[in-house]
Antibody, heavy 126, light 108 residues
Framework: EVQLLDSGGGLVQPGGSLRLSCAAS????????MTWVRQAPGKGLEWVSS????????YYTDSIKGRFTISRDNSKNTLYLQMNNLRAEDTALYYC???????????????????WGQGTLVTVSS | EIVLIQSPATLSLSPGERATLSCRAS??????LAWYQQKPGQAPRLLIY???NRATGIPARFSGSGSGTDFTLTISSLEPEDFAVYYC??????????FGGGTKVEIK
């Protein structure tokens, strides 16, 4: 059974840092790209960042570039999001999500997400 | 950036009725569009991928259609558990990967 367990959220002051983790099980982690998606309270879904299966390709939404870093440890089946210089507008529930399709010879990323973590809440407030 | 516009924002229907949700893209995404369902306090769940393919375990009352810029999610006969928020999503021309703003299907 595929499981994604998000953790690491909490209350942090503006300018502070947090590291989110997503522990994966039930599938061959190093065959799949992974993604972070966030949802501000009462709002819709927003893509945050994606990483290829090897970790060699990473992408970020503009509002977090230079502040957040996505990474993965395939030996530990774990995805990370290092969040620095946090702002009030980063307050959200953060989900990790697994690509539906494994990587291919010429494709680093799929198009869809078939499993999601339960989310971890990040609150940025003084 | 490809913008996905979902309509209506809210759909008020009764159990047993048919629901028709729309997602319009600002430029073509071919058939690379997904639909997700999200219930309160839960993570999103993949319903439809490739515009018209049901994900594993999704009931046949859910169907998707469309290509290019116009897409539709249809729920043929609403069950009580179908009242939720639905999002469309694309990752054809990215970054950024984008989601629509969502359609809430509520009980009338």
């Amino acid at each position: 059974e595929v499981q994604l367990l998000d953790s690491g959220g909490g209350l942090v002051q503006p300018g502070g840092s947090l590291r989110l983790s997503c522990a994966a099980s039930g599938f061959t982690f190093n065959n799949y790209a992974m993604t972070w998606v966030r949802q501000a309270p009462g709002k819709g879904l927003e893509w945050v960042s994606s990483i290829s299966s090897s970790g060699g390709n990473t992408y970020y939404t503009d509002s977090i570039k230079g502040r957040f870093t996505i990474s993965r440890d395939n030996s530990k089946n774990t995805l990370y999001l290092q969040m620095n210089n946090l702002r009030a507008e980063d307050t959200a529930l953060y989900y990790c999500a697994k690509d539906r399709d494994p990587v291919g010879p010429t494709r680093f990323f799929g198009y869809y997400f078939d499993y999601w973590g339960q989310g971890t809440l990040v609150t940025v407030s003084s | 950036e490809i913008v996905l516009i979902q309509s209506p924002a809210t759909l008020s229907l009764s159990p047993g009725e048919r629901a028709t949700l729309s997602c319009r893209a600002s430029q073509s995404v071919s058939s690379y569009l997904a639909w997700y369902q999200q219930k309160p306090g839960q993570a999103p769940r993949l319903l439809i991928y490739g515009a018209s393919n049901r994900a594993t375990g999704i009931p046949a009352r859910f169907s998707g259609s469309g290509s290019g810029t116009d897409f539709t999610l249809t729920i043929s006969s609403l069950e009580p558990e179908d009242f939720a928020v639905y999002y469309c999503q694309q990752r054809t021309n990215w970054p950024p990967l984008t989601f629509g703003g969502g359609t809430k299907v509520e009980i009338k």
